[in-house]
């Protein structure tokens, strides 16, 4: 395992983010997490080099319109593209995983206005390959993270009045995931309470 | 369907690959596919469009290292990475779906060569989870199409004398995947024939 014996956490310079949230670890000792991404793309080292499950984040795509071969194949001009899926997928016990994971600073409830149709799309044929498919949800002011069904945030996003999706049913119908040391987050144990019960 | 009703197939102007298979292709009637790659994206295509299966390509790794936000988050410096795992990965009928397709020009075997060992590792960590995990081989020079059982090709990978997988052994336990118009690679039906018999 590289992370986070050994190697340590190499800050890139330019975020601001991740040095709001560096500082903010001092502060909050509860808050070891980095940023969400950062906790689940190291759960997932975690539960690979265990053999508990496989599950990868997608690269971001990028559409590139001009290579370099003099340089050893730099890329000079291209620009990001729009994930048509969501972040992460994988297998565990044999069973299709497929998640997207948001923060939201609201206390109250998850907007949905940053879930794009495409990715709504996505979820539903996941679901329709009889795929396990949820969204990762963290609610940055409580430090709560919580597994959510994807579809009731599908039933949300093309049935709710409201364009989020209230606290309460992340706390009534959702799963809170266990925030430790290793690994960060203790996902795989809601997909279980969830899905393999 | 965006593709091939409606949208024709745009070719990329710099891939003389793709070139050179649409000469080929006006030659030899059977060889339809521009490519490869092309033949098994369309082929999800249509496996998603008409629920039966949710196959994505991943997308390439790219280390991006400078980004011009001046011009809305123009890429101007990046370069490719390996991809540490397949190319393409699903869920089909709730399982999960792993596979690398690669051709060869070899009409005795496939050589083991352009297979990285980060593939072979990420295939294992897949059969490890009880995931279906194959490789699609094309014959060129044949015109035939074979899906092996990953499996296989790990243990020729780690354990075989020669670098190669003799084209034998694919006849005898790989299944040969027919090509046709819709899909232009029948990949399902052979997955059903090895996998869901």
Same sequence: chains 1, 2.
Avoid at 33 to 41: F, H, K, R
Avoid at 116 to 131: A, F, S
């Amino acid at each position: 395992m590289k992370y986070p014996n050994g190697k340590k956490y190499i800050k890139n310079q330019k975020d601001d983010t991740e040095e709001k949230g560096n500082v903010r670890s001092l502060l909050n000792a509860a808050n070891r997490g980095m940023s969400l991404e950062e906790d689940i793309n190291v759960s997932n080292e975690y539960y690979k080099n265990k053999g508990i499950a496989l599950i990868n984040k997608r690269p971001t795509p990028i559409n590139i319109v001009k290579v370099n071969y003099n340089q050893g194949a730099r890329i000079t001009d291209a620009y990001f593209e729009r994930q048509s899926t969501t972040d992460y997928n994988g297998v565990y016990r044999g069973r299709y995983i497929d998640f997207e994971a948001k923060n939201t600073k609201s206390s109250t409830s998850f907007p949905l206005s940053n879930i794009g149709k495409h990715q709504i799309e996505h979820l539903k044929n996941v679901l329709k390959q009889d795929g396990i498919a949820f969204f990762i949800i963290c609610f940055q002011t409580k430090n709560e993270i919580y597994l959510l069904d994807a579809s009731l945030v599908i039933e949300y996003y093309e049935h709710g009045k409201r364009k989020s999706i209230p606290y309460e049913v992340f706390k009534e119908k959702g799963v809170l995931i266990k925030q430790d040391y290793l690994p960060r987050l203790h996902y795989i144990d809601a997909v279980n309470a969830l899905y393999f019960k």
